[in-house]
């Protein structure tokens, strides 16, 4: 792996873990004091990575694995035999439920991130940070993570219903974080890391990624609402009757 691609490598991996997930321990007051708290920058580092984020994209995708996964259940896999086209209409039913609980589930952590933020970086640093987020090159790195995203391995156990792990969410970064770099031409790596290297606090990321990837577990495990669970079983139970009848 040359210098920039590993550099590359590095950053990408780094600024994943900040990006809203679509997910499928609420923070404490301690966290939303301490976010409320904190300087501007580090909220605004967020927003910086966020900007560049095609949220339609992710939402996209979450429910393009979630149409895969669906189809490797016994259930769906004989209903879709039975009627085709019907997992295709759950999914679908699904997505205005899924921004919903993506929005909730963010907002939630949200204090979470900027107090694991301000707790390892000076408002300076994040200030940085953020400026190269919304350089070309930051842009440019955020849109194909973003739209390399897939949450293939975090939806694999959907069936069993069993916690999300550590594992699970890391080997989905990794993937979109390769797929990413291979996406960019060896001139725009090459660019991104003089860029990148004008902002040398972006190495502080690294030590950072473990306690942000943490929580985004803990967001990718946070449970529907009872509101938001009894929509996604009305949708089905729906679409079920019409197809299949009582």
């Known amino acids: 792996m040359t210098n920039a691609r590993l550099f590359c490598h590095a950053v990408t991996a780094a600024l994943l873990t900040l990006l809203p997930v679509a ?5 404490g007051p301690a966290f939303a004091a301490s976010a409320a708290a ?13 900007e560049s984020v095609d949220q339609d994209v992710v939402i996209d995708n979450a429910l393009t694995a979630l149409r895969r996964e669906f189809a490797e259940t016994p ?9 085709p086209g019907v997992i295709a209409e759950v999914v679908a039913g699904m997505r205005p439920i899924l921004v919903e609980q993506n929005e909730r589930v963010t907002a939630l952590y949200r204090p979470e991130m900027v107090a694991l933020l301000a707790n390892r970086l000076t408002p300076e640093e994040a200030t940085s940070i953020a400026a190269f987020y919304r350089s070309a090159s930051g842009r440019k790195l955020i849109g194909n993570v973003a739209s390399a995203y897939s949450p293939d391995a975090t939806l694999s156990n959907i069936e069993s219903d069993g916690p999300i792990t550590a594992d699970q969410v890391g080997k989905d970064i990794n993937s979109a ?12 790596r090459r660019k991104m890391t003089a860029e990148a290297l004008n902002h040398p606090a972006l190495f502080k990321l690294l030590p950072i990624n473990p306690g942000i990837q943490a929580i985004r ?8 609402t009872p509101s938001e669970e009894a929509a996604v079983v ?8 019409r197809r299949f009848g009582q």
Request: hydrophobic share 50%; charged share 25%.
């Open 23 to 27: 997910a499928i321990t609420p923070s």
């Open 177 to 188: 974080v390769n797929s990413a770099i291979e996406e960019l031409s060896e001139e725009e």
């Open 38 to 50: 904190a300087d501007p920058a580090y909220a605004d580092l967020i927003a910086a990575i966020e």
């Open 217 to 224: 577990v803990k967001m990718e495990n946070e449970p529907l």
């Open 234 to 241: 009305a949708l089905i139970e729906s679409i079920f009757d």
């Open 75 to 83: 259930e769906f896999a004989a209903a879709e035999a039975a009627s």
